[in-house]
């Protein structure tokens, strides 16, 4: 039985406001990290610390100056090329992107927040932007994305750290600002990069900070996301390790008391890449390399149900 809005909005604003990794244990079933890290490397020296914060506005702004410089790049035949795995075309993505923009400016005090749209409704949501902008000129469109969220930038970059801490409605969920800025850079990032292969483009990569705090948020909210969509596996916990730059560590637990360290129901090990396209709606759980042990249902479940995240 899925988890209803209501129990998934509650939940969910519980974890949000932290998005740190648990340290990885020196020794965890060596067999299967073994066999997972011959492939990947497990991260550099360099890569964020999991226990230190990474700035949501330096992220929301690195992903914002990407996304301006692919749209401003698109020459017009580019925008009605469909999407590769969504039913839009590129003008109709910037168009549901624009909406999610507005609904932005409402989280940030740009404008007017935008009260009683859960989460089920966001797309829904931005349809009078998709329809606005279907057979609108390419360089209107192109504008009126630059335009938003360079105000958007703006305005996060003026938070303080009261700011980003200050909850805010953010589609039925009250959470701190400077979450709904990594929210946003998650669905921002996997719709551009939407885009990016549509017209043929390499896909939009990612700095260490912020494929770490985005693997931080997908891995925080997948207690719920699985109740959301319907497969809650009670009373069962895994431990998500995700290897390569920006990865970590995470026990993921959908009720009763945490095991000890090694004796979670399921273990599973991905590159960290990896996992944000999948939440991204970029590759499904069946064409990517994992390593798991226990419980494989509910590991596929669990890691099928973070694409949630990028509705």
């Given at each position: 039985m899925a988890m209803n809005d209501d129990d998934f909005d509650e939940q969910l604003a519980?974890?949000?406001?932290?998005?740190?990794?648990?340290?990885?244990?020196?020794?965890l079933r060596r067999r299967v990290l073994d066999a997972a890290l011959s492939?990947?490397?497990?991260?550099a020296a360099a890569d964020?610390?999991?226990?230190?914060?990474?700035?949501?506005?330096?992220?929301?702004?690195?992903?914002?100056?990407?996304?301006?410089?692919?749209?401003?790049?698109?020459d017009d035949a580019m925008w009605t090329m469909p999407l590769l795995l969504r039913e839009w075309n590129v003008q109709e993505m910037v168009g549901h992107l624009l909406g999610a923009g507005r609904y932005?400016?409402?989280?940030?005090g740009l404008e007017n927040p935008v009260e009683g749209v859960p989460l089920a409704e966001h797309v829904l949501f931005t349809q009078q932007w998709i329809d606005t902008h279907r057979h609108a000129p390419p360089h209107d469109t192109k504008a009126a994305f630059v335009g938003s969220f360079t105000s958007l930038a703006d305005a996060a970059s003026r938070l303080t750290n009261a700011g980003l801490a200050t909850a805010?409605?953010?589609?039925?969920?009250?959470?701190?600002?400077?979450?709904?800025?990594?929210?946003?850079?998650?669905?921002?990032?996997?719709?551009?990069?939407?885009?990016?292969?549509?017209?043929?483009?390499?896909?939009?990569?990612?700095?260490?900070?912020?494929?770490?705090?985005?693997?931080?948020?997908?891995a925080g909210v997948l207690p719920f996301t699985l109740g959301y969509v319907g497969t809650p596996h009670p009373d069962r916990t895994a431990r998500l390790v995700l290897t390569g730059t920006g990865g970590g560590t995470f026990v993921v637990s959908t009720g009763g008391e945490l095991p000890p360290a090694g004796d979670e129901d399921a273990l599973i090990v991905a590159d960290a890449l990896d996992f944000c396209r999948i939440a991204g709606r970029h590759l499904d759980v069946d064409e990517v390399a994992l390593e798991v042990e226990g419980d494989e249902e509910f590991a596929r479940d669990l890691l099928a149900s973070a694409r949630v995240l990028a509705a």
């Open positions: 519980t974890v949000l406001g932290s998005l740190e990794a648990e340290p990885r244990p020196p020794s492939r990947r490397s497990a991260g964020p610390d999991p226990a230190i914060p990474v700035d949501p506005v330096d992220v929301f702004r690195l992903g914002v100056a990407a996304s301006v410089d692919e749209i401003e790049r698109l932005m400016a409402g989280a940030l805010t409605q953010y589609y039925g969920f009250a959470i701190p600002r400077g979450t709904a800025l990594v929210a946003a850079s998650f669905e921002l990032w996997a719709h551009v990069d939407d885009i990016r292969r549509a017209v043929g483009h390499e896909p939009l990569p990612l700095s260490p900070e912020e494929l770490s705090i985005m693997c931080r948020l997908a």
